[in-house]
């Protein structure tokens, strides 16, 4: 035996059986013609007297010949072939109308759909009634006859058309299998792609919140201290200020690379309550004048995912008015509301830092959009008079 895609006789066999089973079948017809074969229901014949067996060949030949082209019009040469058989079952009898029949009627429902094979079936059981009703008119009402007939009809054509339905529904089902297997790994490239995107964007947010504004920090400090007079003491505080942005940039990094590499550890901790006074006196530090009015005690109650957004919020401002608005008076304002906390931060003033022109344009405030967004909350940022104003509104209640 061979595997159709092994190259071998099997694979040879299914390239060309399109012309080997009718050549195939003439043959057969042939050889039941030389051996004096006349058919199993010779008592339909309407012939006077007995003929030569060879003269079947006048029928199975031209179906053998239909049999060539019955994938491309499987319906049509299926009448064809059915006339000749009926054809040869009241004349000579012979047995190669009814080999050709059988083969065309396997292929017509194994490419049939649904409801062609509900019509081939209904048709088989009519032909069946008709030749049990003209078995009973012949055989002078021997009831056995006819029953044995009917039987042997059905049989033989209803094992067929079954054998043809089944192959086809187990094509059918291997192909619905092929298909889902299809979906199902498209599905999971879909999911691998957003677990990427997903994580990508994390990575970007992450490197956004605890790098960039260090390592801008560092840039603005170094040029604020190169276009001063010099002076020893001012210029050891801007180094140690650079000094320890970049401690805070490197730390950041090592801790953002070994959840990278190893997939272990943990990123930089959430932003807090208790991580405001650091980010206001370190906007201080940068030369803002930053006045605050809160939080209240109530602002508790907000959970842990409000608080992050609000200390984000303040650090983001503050960061973007040390880049933006050197000098600026900045009032950082945090309140509870009766069912919703809002956070506030205007400026004044101010002149912008010339290391921060080539800083990206709003990744910041886009980030904080969509974290206050997908907390259920409020987000809007712009310009107001002669300075900036950002502000967020998020429910006590935040989403998970």
């Known amino acids: 035996m061979h595997d159709r895609g092994d190259g071998g006789l099997g694979s040879w066999y299914q390239r060309h059986r399109w012309w080997l089973d009718p050549v195939g079948m003439a043959l057969l017809a042939v050889v039941m013609a030389a051996l004096g074969f006349r058919g199993v229901w010779s008592s339909f014949s309407l012939l006077p007297e007995t003929v030569s067996p060879w003269w079947a060949l006048a029928l199975a030949l031209p179906a053998c010949a239909l049999a060539l082209v019955k994938r491309r019009w499987p319906y049509t040469v299926l009448v064809l072939v059915a006339a000749l058989f009926m054809a040869d079952l009241l004349t000579t009898g012979g047995i190669g109308t009814l080999v050709v029949l059988l083969d065309v009627l396997w292929t017509a429902a194994f490419l049939a759909g649904p409801r062609g094979r509900r019509v081939l079936l209904a048709l088989l059981a ?46 059918e089902l291997a192909e619905l299998h ?10 999971a490239e879909r999911d691998r ?10 990575m970007a947010g992450e490197l956004h919140d605890v790098v960039a504004g260090h390592v801008m920090a560092m840039a603005i400090r170094a040029e604020a201290a190169l276009s001063t ?4 003491s001012d210029d050891r505080a801007a180094l140690r200020a650079v000094r320890d942005a970049g401690l805070d940039a490197h730390a950041a990094l090592r801790s953002l690379i070994t959840v990278l590499r190893r997939g272990d550890g943990a990123l930089a ?31 508790r109650d907000i959970g ?37 906390a ?25 980030l904080l959009r969509e974290r206050v967004t997908a907390l259920g909350g409020v987000f809007g ?6 300075g900036w104003v950002v502000e967020a509104r998020l429910p006590m209640q935040v989403r998970a």
């Open 178 to 187: 092929r298909q889902r297997a299809e979906e199902a790994a498209a599905a």
């Open 304 to 340: 842990a995912g409000g608080e992050q957004a609000v200390v984000r919020v303040v650090r983001e401002a503050l960061g973007n008015c040390v880049r933006h608005a050197s000098g600026a008076a900045v009032d950082v304002v945090v309140r509870r509301g009766d069912d919703e």
């Open 193 to 202: 792609i957003e677990a990427v995107r997903r994580e990508r964007e994390t």
């Open 342 to 366: 809002l956070v506030s931060v205007r400026s004044r003033g101010g002149t912008a830092a010339a290391a921060a022109a080539h800083d990206g344009e709003g990744w910041g405030l886009q």
């Open 229 to 232: 007079d010099p002076a020893r």
């Open 269 to 299: 901790s959430a932003p807090g309550w208790a991580d405001l006074e650091g980010i206001v006196r370190e906007a201080r530090r940068s030369g803002l004048d930053v006045r605050v009015d809160g939080p209240p005690e109530g602002m």
């Open 381 to 386: 940022a712009g310009p107001t008079g002669d």
């Open 126 to 171: 009519t032909a069946t009634v008709l030749l049990f009703a003209a078995a009973l008119v012949v055989s002078d009402g021997s009831l056995a006859v006819a029953v044995l007939v009917g039987v042997q009809f059905g049989a033989v054509f209803g094992t067929d058309y079954w054998w043809a339905v089944a192959v086809s529904q187990a094509h």
